[in-house]
């Protein structure tokens, strides 16, 4: 594998006249298939929920830790730091190394015995794959130009949705097919569900060889600002975990000033005394909820304290940037909802409609795979135009993602007819999935070309840490509360809609100005352009 070149005068050129060779939309195809595999792994926990429940002893609420808080707080603590390795270091090897690791946890998971071991694979799962969209996001925009990004960066989030729906119906067809190959003594004492976690596993070790071919395009030249990254990425890597991963956060805190340190410990407390108070409120059974969402937040509050000492620019551009946080916090508020509907649907439709998981992954999974499928890349192609035509076109799309789906999700989880639900649900995504595209090209938009895998590791603190920690665990915590009813669950989760609509009402009238100001706003922080 060759490092990239030197960017030269062509190069540069090529890339502000935004030339798109065979080659990039290769590369894509390819990555597509990562997150499409990226999301079978992550996703196959929700088909196999039930089973899983009974044979471990799980309540709905620790469901919904295993699939969302367990796997969410590391996958955003680890993808800080990895975002900034994929700013200085070489890409397709670390998209390559991450994938080998998650798909190898992912097998490992079939070996559980208790819901501890499974958290601790789902943990491992989530290290894993912090690695993906960071270096992805990175890659595609520099095989992209701008005016085809959000239509890039679509496709390949439908792999987000082609996973999930896979996840269904490959989940499904292995459970049964094992359960009645082996009613009685299994190959290892193993049960369907712990099979299918091992078959869905083991064929991502094979593609991490086949992402180590692709090509590394030279950073920033398709936007006419070259750069390549830093002498010592690993060095950078290490000092960046050393100021993520608690405790040596008090280290890093150290070393900034004593006024650092205090203020980080007096930031610790604070977090402390909210997760006892939370853990009272809600029940001692919600503690290791709460204790993993703090050690989260504490672990972004130390990253991005140590970011404004170390990295001024990409601080400012990033943590003060009203546009930036708010299209990063309003999409959060659609991922709330999209994650605790995309997982408990199954869950829910096998309870309420008696639904064999074969069937569950022909009706629920594939119709949801080709839903997302046609949301995302539709929502792309139209966050394209309306952004060529209007300033903050493409936060509208978001918007209409947030608000579209109240009325089928409502209706899918009110109804008594199977058929009724599968249909409800099906629009419910297709609306939903329209939102990413143009949400994750706008957070691009907003920082510098050596920025870009920080941006979209921030930007996926969001959907991980607000979507996907509290979205699925508030859906299966309301559920267990009130007798296991997870329409109730689901529904709750609607919450989100009026905080997501004020953030984004807010990044409609901030983005165009951050948007034209960028270079300068970058300068004024100490950049050199």
Known sequence: MTEPATPTLDSTENGQQGEVSAY????????????????????????????????????????????????????????????????????????????????????????????????????????????????????????????????????????????????????????????????????????????????????????????????????????????????????????????????????????????????????????????????????????????????????VFSWASSLRASDLPTFRLIWCSPAFLCTTLGYGMVAFTAYATSYWAAPYAERAFDIGKGELGWFVGAPGAVAGFIGVISGGRVADYLHCRLPAGRIYVTLFGLLAPIVPLVAAYSTDHFATFAMCSFVAQVLSSSALGGAAATSQSLVLPRMRGTATATFFLATTLVGLALGPFMAGYVSAVNDSNLAIGVLATLVSVPIGLTFLVIAIRCVPRAQTGLEARAKAAGECI
């Open 24 to 299: 990039s939309w290769y590369a894509l195809g390819v990555l597509v298939l990562v997150y499409v595999l990226n999301f079978v792994d992550r996703q196959i926990l929700s088909i196999l929920a039930n089973d899983i429940k009974k044979d471990l002893a799980l309540s709905d609420a620790d469901l919904g830790f295993l699939y969302g808080t367990a796997f969410a707080v590391f996958y955003s603590l680890f993808g800080i730091s990895l975002g900034r390795l994929a700013d200085n270091w070489h890409r397709v090897r670390l998209m390559s190394a991450g994938l080998a690791l998650w798909s190898a946890m992912t097998a490992i998971s079939g070996f559980s015995r208790s819901g501890t071991q499974l958290a601790l694979a789902r943990i491992g799962v989530g290290v894993g794959e912090a690695t993906a969209s960071p270096a992805a996001y990175s890659l595609i925009s520099d095989y992209f130009p701008q005016r085809l990004r959000a239509t890039a960066l679509a496709i390949y989030s439908s792999g987000l949705y082609l996973g999930g729906g896979l996840s269904l119906l490959l989940g499904g067809l292995i459970v049964e097919h094992w359960n009645a190959a082996y009613p009685d003594a299994a190959p290892l004492g193993l049960a369907g569900w712990q099979a299918a976690f091992m078959v869905v596993g083991l064929p991502g070790l094979l593609l991490a060889i086949w992402v180590s071919f692709l090509r590394e395009p030279v950073r920033g030249a398709i936007d006419g600002l070259p750069s390549l990254g830093s002498a010592k990425p690993f060095r950078d890597f290490l000092a960046d975990l050393a100021n993520v991963v608690p405790p040596f956060t008090l280290v890093g805190a150290a070393r900034r000033g004593a006024a650092a340190l205090a203020i980080n410990i007096a930031v610790a407390a604070t977090i402390a005394a909210l997760v006892l108070g939370l853990t009272y409120i809600l029940g001692k059974s919600t503690l290791q909820q709460w204790a993993f969402v703090g050690v989260g937040v504490y672990a």
